[in-house]
């Protein structure tokens, strides 16, 4: 009688020199393409920040430069930071922006027209202002009174802000959204507004109003794509291989094992045959 037949273990058979051999491959393809792929993040990472640093060290330039009367706001001109000569509006002309937050504490931006040295309008009679943020206050009382006289003042450029908004009693509105201002104020507007951040006298920054600092520098998320796109790539490929290395893997372990208890079938049913006795052949006679 054959004793009972043991199904061959998985790791038995992963243990084969020609599965360890696929293994070795495998875990040497994974190490590689997980290790080019971290380095080309690390290559994106570093074009972002050279970008960053770039736009950070912009030298600041004159108004003109960047930005003209009737122009469209374009990528040149987002964060510039540039300087322009004029004067500004009247008080009343200035207007209180809710929702703005410093350093965690909402308040409003005081924004108010700057009308620029020499320049025009598109129909060469309004004169030309460029929205201003003066500064950030908790409150929006009484319109802080807007200096006489020139000023000169350095902005960091900003585009227009988007969403709807109309103007309260209290000259507060929303948004900076330079394409409704227009028609709310006596001038032709520059198709973005700068942040303040430095002018000349030193009392034009307004009492009460505390300085408010540009958003940082941000880098196009163009700005070494094609690193990113290779380290997902590269990731992909390291994936790949080890879903081949399982399924390999599996077919080899499967096929063996049938082949293994395929043969032992056969050498059962071998030992089945030898262990039958030999019948007597009926009718013979015993002498």
């Given at each position: 009688m054959s004793s009972p037949r043991r199904t061959p273990g998985t790791l038995r058979l992963a243990l084969q020199p020609k599965l360890i051999g696929l293994a070795v491959f495998a875990a040497a393809a994974v190490l590689l393409t997980a290790t080019m792929g971290v380095w080309q993040l690390g290559v994106y990472d570093t074009r972002q920040a050279d970008e960053r640093a770039d736009r950070a060290d912009m030298p600041t330039v004159a108004l003109s430069q960047v930005l003209s009367p009737g122009e469209p706001f374009t990528?040149?001109?987002?964060?510039?930071?540039?300087?322009?000569?004029?004067?500004?509006?009247?008080?009343?002309?200035?207007?209180?922006?809710?929702?703005?937050?410093?350093?965690?504490?909402?308040?409003?931006?005081?924004?108010?027209?700057?009308?620029?040295?020499?320049?025009?309008?598109?129909?060469?009679?309004?004169?030309?202002?460029?929205?201003?943020?003066?500064?950030?206050?908790?409150?929006?009382?009484?319109?802080?009174?807007?200096?006489?006289?020139?000023?000169?003042?350095?902005?960091?450029?900003?585009?227009?802000?988007?969403?709807?908004?109309?103007?309260?009693?209290?000259?507060?509105?929303?948004?900076?959204?330079?394409?409704?201002?227009?028609?709310?104020?006596?001038?032709?507007?520059?198709?973005?507004?700068?942040?303040?951040?430095?002018?000349?006298?030193?009392?034009?920054?307004?009492?009460?109003?505390?300085?408010?600092?540009?958003?940082?520098?941000?880098?196009?998320?163009?700005?070494?794509?094609?690193?990113?796109?290779?380290?997902?790539?590269?990731?992909?490929?390291g994936a790949f291989a080890g879903f081949m290395w399982w399924r390999m893997s599996r077919d080899v372990i499967a096929a063996d094992r049938a082949a293994l208890m395929s043969a032992g079938d056969s050498r059962d049913a071998g030992a089945s045959e030898q262990e039958t006795p030999a019948q007597e052949v009926p009718g013979a006679l015993s002498r």
């Open positions: 990528a040149t001109a987002n964060r510039r930071p540039v300087t322009a000569m004029g004067r500004y509006a009247p008080t009343a002309q200035q207007l209180w922006v809710s929702g703005r937050e410093l350093d965690g504490r909402a308040g409003y931006w005081l924004v108010a027209p700057f009308v620029v040295d020499d320049q025009r309008g598109t129909d060469g009679n309004r004169e030309r202002a460029l929205l201003v943020v003066r500064g950030w206050s908790a409150d929006n009382g009484e319109l802080p009174a807007a200096t006489a006289g020139r000023v000169s003042l350095r902005a960091m450029l900003q585009p227009g802000e988007s969403a709807a908004g109309g103007i309260g009693a209290d000259r507060t509105t929303a948004t900076i959204r330079i394409p409704f201002l227009i028609n709310e104020l006596p001038y032709d507007l520059y198709s973005g507004y700068g942040i303040v951040t430095a002018q000349e006298p030193a009392d034009a920054a307004g009492v009460g109003l505390e300085p408010v600092a540009p958003p940082p520098v941000e880098a196009s998320w163009t700005s070494g794509l094609r690193n990113l796109a290779y380290a997902i790539q590269w990731w992909v490929f």
